[in-house]
């Protein structure tokens, strides 16, 4: 699923890309997935495309907005050479066309109203780079919860746009088992997990996100992005720890590929808790 770095990534080329261009027609070719009467847009301008957790938002010369959540497998692409059988919407501006491709068919496009987004958004929890995520902030959250602390990176009202490559990468850089109980980290722990998450995402954006083996992200320009070269410990279950060549391990956890070594990361300690 495109998490912050690659939404990021996506939603700084169409801010360049179309900018004040004029939807023409909509070919809705997944009713399911764009729910609305398209009617309500044809005609408008693109005022600026912003990013909310894992969410695009695309503001409208006539006061709607489109809200855009990928996914598992959703792509959009610009002026693609074909359409091919995954695609289920396609945005037709003034000059140029936007693609939107969706595998799973999770992905969705709705048209709402200021006040309808603000109702959609209201439920995310602070953006990483926002002054709200603070370790006091962290500190309020984790001391609630026994769940482990990979599950609750995921959890999209605590933290807005980290999804299972970050959070996976984010704590083998800051050297903490996925399966700890979020309530047993230590303060330290907790500065060095805020900054790896930073630090992690800030990588995934100058990469420009990452396509990972199931090749799902692309960026809006239909190449990939490269932070996938650059992955500490994701999906390298079987290869040896950059930092003590210990094997790394793979192990299921909330139902998502959860990969950590097994020294770095302590997991023997916390297993049973
Ligand atoms: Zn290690």
């Known amino acids: 699923m495109p998490e912050l770095p690659e939404v990021e990534t996506i939603r700084k080329y169409l801010n360049k890309t179309i900018l ?55 792509q959009l692409l610009w002026r693609p050479k074909t359409l091919n059988k995954t695609t289920r919407i396609v945005i037709v501006f003034d000059k140029g066309e936007l693609v939107f491709n969706d595998l799973r068919k999770f992905g ?36 609630k919860s ?15 746009g980290i999804g299972n490559i970050y959070a996976n990468e984010a704590l083998s850089e800051a050297e903490i088992s996925p399966q700890k109980p979020v309530k047993a980290l230590t303060i330290e722990e907790i500065k060095k997990l805020r900054k790896a998450i930073l630090l992690v995402l800030r990588q995934g954006i100058k990469y420009n996100g990452a396509s990972a083996a199931d090749k799902l992200y692309l960026k809006p320009d239909s190449s990939n992005g490269s932070y996938q070269q650059h992955f500490r410990i994701y999906q390298k279950n079987g290869e040896k720890c950059k930092k003590c060549n210990t094997i790394i391990e793979r192990i299921n956890l909330g139902g998502r590929g959860t990969f950590f070594c097994p020294k770095c990361q302590n997991m023997s300690r916390f297993r049973y808790i």
């Open 146 to 160: 026994i769940r482990p602390v990979k599950t609750i990176l995921l959890d999209q009202e605590k933290i807005a």
């Open 20 to 74: 004040r261009k004029r939807i023409v027609n909509i070919k809705v070719f997944s009713k399911k997935q764009f729910p609305n009467n398209s009617e309500e847009i044809v005609g408008a301008k693109i005022l600026s495309v912003k990013r909310r957790a894992k969410n695009l938002i695309i503001e409208l010369s006539n006061e709607k907005t489109l809200l855009i959540h990928l996914k598992l497998s959703g």
């Open 108 to 143: 969705w496009i709705k048209i709402l109203n200021l006040d309808q987004l603000d109702l959609e958004l209201k439920k995310f929890g602070p953006e990483p780079f926002s002054k709200d995520f603070s370790i006091k902030y962290l500190q309020k959250v984790f001391k």
